[in-house]
């Protein structure tokens, strides 16, 4: 994680416990010197509770497995109709997320995901 992230999520925190200690956001951004939004991000990567390691993009590691799993089931679907089937599941997601989330587990070209595939079908009894 570089500074800049570190830098980010230690404000954030800052920004939390003072408007928990003030009870009021705009005085609590005031002091920090930030923008109110900033507390409302801050507040939405608590809720999810991110852990520190990750980007405050990053999706939840459940979505991630799911994406993961699909894709190993149907090793033909690209990114575009894997986002589609998830959105129409409940989980929108983009389809450069997916790509991204793929090209991380080495499953971003389409003969990876056919090869993952064999090997797992070959691994099951």
């Known amino acids: ?25 705009s005085e609590a951004c005031r002091r920090v010197g930030v923008d109110r ?5 801050a507040r939405r990567r ?4 991110e852990d520190a390691d990750r980007s405050p993009l990053a999706k939840p590691l459940e979505l991630e497995r799911r994406i993961v799993a699909l894709c190993l089931e ?8 894997l986002s589609y089937y998830l959105t129409l599941k409940g ?7 997916v790509q ?12 990876a995901r056919e090869a993952a595939a064999a090997r797992r079908r070959s691994e099951t009894p």
């Open 37 to 41: 939004s900033e507390y409302y991000r």
């Open 74 to 81: 149907n090793p033909e679907w690209g990114c575009d109709r």
């Open 1 to 25: 994680m570089n500074a800049r992230t570190e830098n980010r999520r230690e404000r954030g925190r800052r920004l939390l416990a003072l408007v928990e200690q003030l009870g009021n956001v």
């Open 46 to 49: 608590a809720a999810r509770g």
């Open 91 to 97: 989980d929108p997601v983009s389809s450069p997320t």
């Open 100 to 111: 991204k989330i793929l090209i991380r587990h080495d499953l971003g070209r389409r003969a």
